[in-house]
């Protein structure tokens, strides 16, 4: 006997005449597999092969081999030493045994984060006479130095700087190049770059040697009234020697304004011929202009903005004038009514309505769909207007959404995702608070997940953001929209299948199919039986084939590896138990339902003849020819096989019986109240209560009965206790699988002893019925009610008399009501007849 675990045993030898000598004896040892904990260390770049596996192991026994084995980017071992290196990036199975024979596999990764550098700007700056610093900036992500740059001179020579550990500030590096350059005026000379980081990754630039270089007439129109032009010709003294000269010279040549170190000038008149004149201390050069007169007050530009409001189904107007330093006021003229907000707001829009103190380069809003004229009018008094349209597809359209992707516990999923119509349509999602996002980006679609959630409630809102503040035409600020959805995470609960199977009988084997319930457990689901009369492996359908009478253990296992068995007895079969909703009482409305399965198809037969077919049945309202046998008939089809069964139900007003019970009544004897029922068919019954009730609602045990099974079958019990004044009963019958249900009730008044007894309650051709009833000081009444509340009979009885007989040739088959008043006292018991 190998590999025993540490522990006590008992060992038994028998030898061929049946002798038996047993001994006890102990193993004893403190064995555990190995137990791996893997170090790593990536490589440096995505395409070298420097990274390196350390496993490190407890327990097991010595010595240990180490192996990488398939899949694996690299195949090594088995080897003594825990270390692999020269490893590129990937995935690796990494695999320890023992001497034992014993061996653990673990998967790690290795990834190399890939890096990036991209040219940014170049500043040019005066150092001397035709000599500059050119400082240089690159965005750098993951750090990989040395970088080298390389820098080729508009005279061809090239220059080359090797940064070995360079500092960043904010992910940012800069290099500055000293070179000697000399401009000619009117040159465009480029200094292209190239920048490349260890791993060999690089980016080139291409900046501008002489930007700023030339003078430029920039004309800019005056903040105030005016409408002439103010010039400025060199933005950039930084490629100067600190003092530079600016002279301004007319059409006629005279000298007009010399200033030091601005190149500003304004308040001379319109005019063709002007030259402005620059000395520094390396060169002059001069720029011959036109001063142009400004032009009249005009909107410039404008554009539709759908990204820029937070409400649905609006958008907002960018607007811009020429005079750019000018206020101005902007008049919505005319356009839609009103506009209607996603919450159903109406704002009605006032005409003309004027909004004030609007910069040039605002938004204003919000606009629905429709026709507008605006005016802007500035503070000198000139105006000018645009007509813009607004289309549905112009406005902000947003969507959002939260789904569940059920997982095992503490394992589930949240997936959100937003879409918008607009180009930059910005919004915040948060969930709880454990998930807080800002999306505004160009996408159209953005998706997001949050996981490894536990059961619960969770509340996702969707708040809408605009990208800048407009200026609100005619309303007050309306707020932002917010969307909100909430995810309930059910607990996870162990898979389970319905303990009855679906059966279909081809010839003398079975087709059975599994009836999983989809609300538990986690799915992909697999199915195997276990134990019983043949097993199987694992298989994904829940559908058996060619399976023998007898009982047999299946089990379920979900996608978290839990499993669920359960025995099921597979013999023929068998239509399952009707559950049943609702009152079933003349005027009600009741619903019968039986078990869904992809594999059943039922037909139901109406008391009426009339058919209809599904796993559920409603009837509203109850009315009398509504009362009596339901069939059902159940069609299993499975693996090609089909069967079909039938299995019939009565149904009496107020209650639906999966079992037919002919009547229930009593009678005073002694004192005591006898009792007595009888049921047509027992089948599937396990046993009777009989219960009473002082108030007609609260009943209480007072015996129970055996069902002895069979047919036509009578039972008795009597009640010995009785209470003072009126008294309720009725029986309570209790199904093999655990059904319940309840016979209509009965009552006695114990003031008046004198008993009340209806025969027979099962009512053959047209037998007459005979009641026995008190003894009464004045005439009492016999009534013979359906259960639909029709008075069919009405039967005097005299003074004095105890006994009558009823005519029932004209009543049609079903159930009915036998009635008795007398001595302000009511008694009832039912009839059937057939």
């Not at 040159?187 to 990754?201: E, H, K, R, S």
């Not at 619903?591 to 992809?598: C, E, G, K, R, V």
């Not at 007072?702 to 010995?720: F, I, N, R, S, W």
């Not at 013979?784 to 007989?805: E, L």
Request: glycine share 8%; proline share 6%.
């Amino acid at each position: 006997m190998k590999a025993l675990a540490p522990g006590a045993y008992t060992v038994q030898v028998t030898d061929n005449c049946n002798t038996t000598v047993t001994r006890n004896f102990t193993v004893t040892g403190t064995y555990a597999v190995p137990s791996l904990a893997i170090t790593t260390q990536s490589p440096g770049c995505p395409n070298s092969s420097d990274g390196s596996i350390t496993i490190n192991v407890t327990n097991g026994r010595a010595p240990l081999t180490y192996s990488l084995i398939s899949p694996s980017p690299v195949i090594a071992g088995p080897q003594a030493n825990n270390v692999f290196t020269g490893l590129p990036a990937g995935t690796y199975t990494c695999q320890v045994t023992d001497s034992c024979g014993n061996f653990q596999t673990r998967t790690v990764g290795l990834s190399a984060t890939p890096s990036s550098v991209s040219f940014i700007n170049a500043s040019v700056q005066y150092v001397a006479c035709d000599s500059f610093a050119v400082i240089l900036t690159f965005n750098i992500s993951n750090y990989k130095p040395p970088y080298t740059i390389t820098a080729t001179l508009p005279n061809g020579s090239v220059v080359t700087h090797v940064l070995t550990a360079p500092s960043l500030s904010s992910g940012y590096l800069k290099d500055t190049f000293n070179i000697r350059y000399h401009h000619t005026t009117g040159a465009n000379d480029q200094l292209p770059i190239t920048i490349t980081n260890q791993c060999g990754v690089s980016a080139t630039g291409n900046p501008t040697l002489s930007s700023g270089m030339d003078m430029s007439p920039n004309g800019n129109l005056p903040s105030g009234c005016a409408n002439q032009y103010t010039y400025t010709f060199d933005n950039y003294p930084q490629l100067h020697c600190g003092t530079v000269t600016y002279t301004l010279v007319s059409p006629t040549g005279t000298v007009l304004a010399t200033q030091t170190n601005n190149s500003t000038f304004s308040g001379y008149p319109t005019g063709t011929g002007y030259k402005v004149i620059r000395q520094d201390c390396c060169k002059k050069d001069t720029l011959v202009f036109d001063w142009a007169a400004g032009p009249p007050f005009q909107i410039s530009y404008t554009q539709n903005l759908g990204y820029a409001p937070c409400r649905e189904g609006m958008t907002s107007l960018y607007i811009t004038y020429n005079y750019g330093g000018r206020l101005a006021d902007i008049v919505l003229v005319s356009g839609p009514p009103s506009v209607t907000f996603a919450d159903g707001t109406v704002h009605t829009y006032t005409y003309p309505d004027t909004t004030t103190n609007v910069w040039s380069g605002s938004g204003i809003g919000y606009f629905g769909p429709g026709t507008y004229k605006i005016y802007a009018v500035d503070h000198c008094g000139n105006k000018d207007s645009v007509t813009k349209t607004f289309a549905l597809t112009d406005v902000r359209h947003t969507a959002f959404s939260a789904s569940l992707e059920k997982g095992c516990t503490n394992n589930n999923k949240i997936l959100l995702n937003a879409t918008s119509s607009g180009w930059y349509d910005a919004g915040n999602v948060t969930v709880n608070s454990i998930y807080s996002q800002h999306f505004g980006t160009s996408a159209l679609s953005i998706s997001d997940s949050i996981v490894s959630l536990s059961a619960g409630t969770y509340y996702a809102t969707y708040t809408y953001q605009d990208s800048y503040g407009p200026a609100w035409v005619g309303m007050a600020n309306p707020g932002c929209d917010v969307i909100k959805d909430t995810i309930v995470i059910p607990a996870y609960t162990q898979p389970a299948f319905n303990p009855s199977a679906a059966v279909a009988l081809c010839g003398a084997t079975r087709q059975v199919a599994l009836l999983p319930d989809t609300t538990t457990g986690v799915s992909p689901y697999q199915y195997q039986i276990i134990a019983g009369p043949t097993t199987t492996s694992v298989q994904s359908s829940p559908e058996f084939p060619n399976l023998s009478a007898g009982t047999y253990t299946f089990q379920m296992t979900d996608a978290c590896a839990n499993s669920y068995s359960h025995s099921i007895s597979i013999n023929n079969l068998a239509v399952p138990n009707v559950a049943t909703t609702g009152s079933t009482c003349i005027g009600g409305a009741a619903t019968f339902t039986l078990p869904a399965s992809p594999f059943f198809n039922y037909s139901w037969q109406l008391p009426n003849g009339s058919t209809r077919t599904g796993n559920m049945l409603a009837i509203n309202p109850v009315t009398s020819s509504s009362i009596g046998t339901y069939t059902v008939s159940l069609t299993s089809t499975i693996g090609g096989c089909t069967n079909t069964i039938s299995k019939s139900y009565v149904l009496n007003a107020c209650q639906v019986l999966a079992e037919t019970l002919l009547h229930f009544s009593g009678d005073w004897k002694n004192g005591n109240i006898q009792l007595s029922w009888q049921m047509a068919d027992e089948t599937d019954m396990s046993y009777y209560i009989v219960e009473r009730s002082t108030d007609g609602s609260v009943f209480t045990p007072v015996q129970q009965a055996e069902a002895t099974g069979g047919t036509l079958k009578t039972y008795t019990a009597t009640d010995t206790n009785v209470p003072a004044g009126v008294v309720y009963y009725r029986l309570q019958m209790v199904e093999n699988s655990g059904a319940i249900h309840y016979s209509s009730i009965i009552s006695f008044n114990n003031a008046n002893t004198q008993s009340f007894n209806v025969y027979p309650s099962l009512i053959t051709g047209n037998t007459p019925v005979t009641v026995i009833c008190p003894v009464t000081s004045h005439t009492s009444f016999i009534r013979v009610i359906s259960v639909d509340g029709k008075v069919w009979q009405t039967v005097p009885i005299a003074a004095g008399t105890t006994k009558t007989r009823i005519d029932v040739t004209n009543l049609a088959r079903g159930n009915y009501f036998v009635v008795f008043t007398g001595n302000d006292n009511v008694m009832a018991t039912q009839v059937w007849k057939e």
